[in-house]
């Protein structure tokens, strides 16, 4: 796909890369390496097991068209894997290519460490992805990476539980949040409060960002501040608790945070009939809930000031300003972003795949309730959503001051008004700092 | 130190400074050279790291004492402090009498000795690890061992992990429980104290609480301070419990925001290293002053036998 235009362009560049790198790690750096015909990249990435099987698969099939170009991969869980990025950054040997989490995207694009996808163009072809997709990776007119796929926050309903007790599902396209709240209530009124009807976590940024637009404000504006009212945050808060008091929800204490995966969570062992989850974890939630899961939107999108629902990735896969080899991280990411094959043999383990070409074609190799899901992500593309700017720099002490107001909520020993007030004024030092 | 008789033997000659048993010497003691390295540069990058504003991406700036005035003003930082010093000065007392206890229990010749000991030592070598927090979750769970057996006796389930009033009671039951390394020091000091001290003490007519007041605890207060001043400074730096208890966020409403889980966070989340770097020094300014505030009342009741 390269054309001659490029190839020039990326020659020049190429010069100047080097005249300004006095170390010689501009593009098309790293002679030794390739000198013994050989090109090692390193690329790092979060997840299970199952992941690394089937990304081992995509990248077998790399290695097997690039013979020169040999990928080590290293992965592990998304916790420790933040600080390990941070620290192999720190110590000056960042990974080639790597999985970027949105809330660090501008902690690493801010600070020059990432690799503008803009200064090397005709590589990566990303003429296949959607608006909504380009826009996830773009800080101002940089583009620091491409979506590793799509996903969207989707709501999901038990429905044996639902038809045991005899309550009808709401339509999922235009229920509203009170609906929610009526149909949690009967649920758990139903089930003589052996199930509960909903949960949902208010700490959550992805959920609260869904419920911000929806009374058209933004969680940070472009100029990179928080953008949510107190009055907002305090509906925000105050609603589950008046779920909780009417009984959809469950009491004070009842969530135990143990762990993250769909077999831990509360709709898989029966004591929840509904919740929020990303929608590509929809395979995974039906799984182990008994395969009887409803698919619906968030509640509260066809009758709010604006739609609130947004396409968003788990993660971008973006190259390090530094690397040796950025020639052949660009191609790396050019596979995994445009090979059929190479997404057929990863499968929605990180989304749907962000080109809208590469999703059709692999879409009727999935298992159905991977199907269900993607329809529902390609159809989220063709509406006109509401774009949120990228996370600003600090941005994960907003997350980090929900989760910690959140319980006291919970127990009420802050009403919402006041845990409104101190989000807003712990996000205002975060972003200022 | 200087025998003639001594240096006038042919044992050690001057010459003998360059001998290969030296050079074997040195070689052998190599690793601990360098294992200092490894202690050294990073202890005095840290140091220079708490006066800039490293973020881990880019050069570090000289910023002062900034990071140290910054953290007057960090709530959380308070919230990190007041959980570390409740959970130090309420688990280390209760933990260290546990151990005393038990010890003077094993200490009575019981049968079998070795495998009570190697029972109740057992938490302890498990007290920090991911395995044994993750099972604490669950014996305290809503549905655990723990409510069950107050459901016996008719008391209410307590979200014993979720609720921020108890989650860090919790962990303090939890480091109580492992006392076991005090207790065996404890029990290896009791063995110490001459049985005839307490025939005399018995023939005198003293009650066994008299004994414990006026034999064991004097004879024993140089292992109690020195078990004192272990279990201070390893729980000033806490970590792991707090960090897998709330899966790395210090919640329920950072109730279990352990100063060095804080300061992880912000080194390794917020990208504030050169703040967690203050802070670290920070902690090794309190635990000095706890230590040195030790060693002075130390010299009211610890006894040395001369």
Redesign the interface.
Known sequence: MISRRDMLRTAGLTGLGLAVAACGRGFGGGGSEAASGKIELNMVWWGDAFRAQKTQAALDLFMKANPGITVKTEYQDS?PY??KL??R??AGNPPDLMMMRMDSLR??AD?K?LLNLNDHPGIVETTNLSQAAVNLSKVGDAVYGIPSGLNAIGYIVNKTITDQYGVTIPDGATWTWQDLATFAKEVTDKSGKKVYGTLVDPATLANLVVYVSQQGEDLFTADGKFGVSEATLTKWFQMFEDMRKEGGFPP?????????SPDQSYIAKGSIASQIIPSNGFLGYNKVSGGNLVLLGIPGEATAKRRGTNIGTPALWSIAASSKHPKEALQLLNFLINDVEANKAMGTTRGVPASTVVADAIKPTLEKDDQVATDYLIGLQKQTLVAVPPYPK?A??IQ?EL??????VE?G?LTPAEAAKKVIEAATKALSQ | MKDPAVSEAPVSPPKAAKSPQDRSGYLFILPWFIGMAFTIIPFFASLYLAFTDYNLLNVPNWIGLENFAEMFSDDTWWQSVKVTFVYTFVSVPLSLAAALGVAMLLNRGVRGLPVYRAIFYLPSLLGGSVALVLLWRYIFGLNGIVNAFLGFFGIEKISWTSDPDYALTTLIILHIWTFGSPMVIFLAGLKQIPAMYYEAAAIDGANKWQQFRKITLPLLSPIIFFNLIQSLISSFQTFTQGFIFSGGKGGPANSTMFYNLYLYKQGFEQFHMGYASAMAWMLLIIIAAFTGLNFLLAKRWVHYDN
Do not use: L, M, Q, W
């Not at chain 1, 004070?252 to 993250?260: D, L, M, P």
């Open positions: 916790g933040k600080d941070a620290t950054f720190a902690e690493y600070r460490s004070a204490g009842f969530v135990e945070t143990i762990g993250s600090g994960s002490g980090d989760t910690a107001v959140a319980p006291e127990h020993r």
